[in-house]
C-alpha cells in the first residue's frame, strides 16, 4: 500500500472545500459561486495529479507546488487590483 503523501495543493483543496462547506451551510452563496468553487476544486486536484507525475521526489512537489500556489494567489491578487 503507497503512503498518503499530502502537499500543498491537498491543503489547499481543503481548504476551499471547507470554505464552501461553511457558505453553503451558512447560506451565504450564490449556485453560480459554488459552481467558481467546484471548478477551482478541479483545477487543483488536476494540477496536484500532474505535478506528482512531472515530479517524483516529494520535496520537488512541494516546491513546485508552494510556487505554483504563490503564483496563482498574486495573480488573483493582481487582478482584484486592476
Known amino acids: 500500500m503507497k503512503r498518503?503523501?499530502?502537499?500543498?495543493?491537498?491543503?489547499?483543496?481543503?481548504?476551499v472545500l471547507a470554505g464552501l462547506l461553511w457558505q453553503v451551510m451558512d447560506n451565504a452563496i450564490g449556485?453560480?459561486?459554488?459552481?467558481w468553487f467546484?471548478?477551482?476544486?478541479?483545477?487543483?486536484?488536476v494540477a496536484d495529479q500532474f505535478f506528482r507525475?512531472?515530479?517524483r521526489s516529494?520535496?520537488?512537489?512541494w516546491i513546485a507546488e508552494g510556487a505554483f500556489l504563490v503564483?496563482?494567489?498574486?495573480v488573483v491578487?493582481?487582478?482584484?487590483?486592476?
Not at 498518503?4 to 481548504?15: E, F, V
Not at 467546484?38 to 486536484?45: D, K, P, S
Request: net charge positive.
Open 53 to 55: 507525475l512531472m515530479l
Open 4 to 15: 498518503l503523501r499530502i502537499t500543498p495543493l491537498n491543503i489547499a483543496s481543503a481548504l
Open 31 to 35: 449556485v453560480v459561486t459554488i459552481g
Open 77 to 82: 491578487w493582481l487582478l482584484r487590483l486592476w
Open 58 to 61: 516529494l520535496k520537488r512537489v
Open 38 to 45: 467546484l471548478l477551482l476544486l478541479l483545477i487543483m486536484v
Open 71 to 74: 503564483f496563482v494567489a498574486l
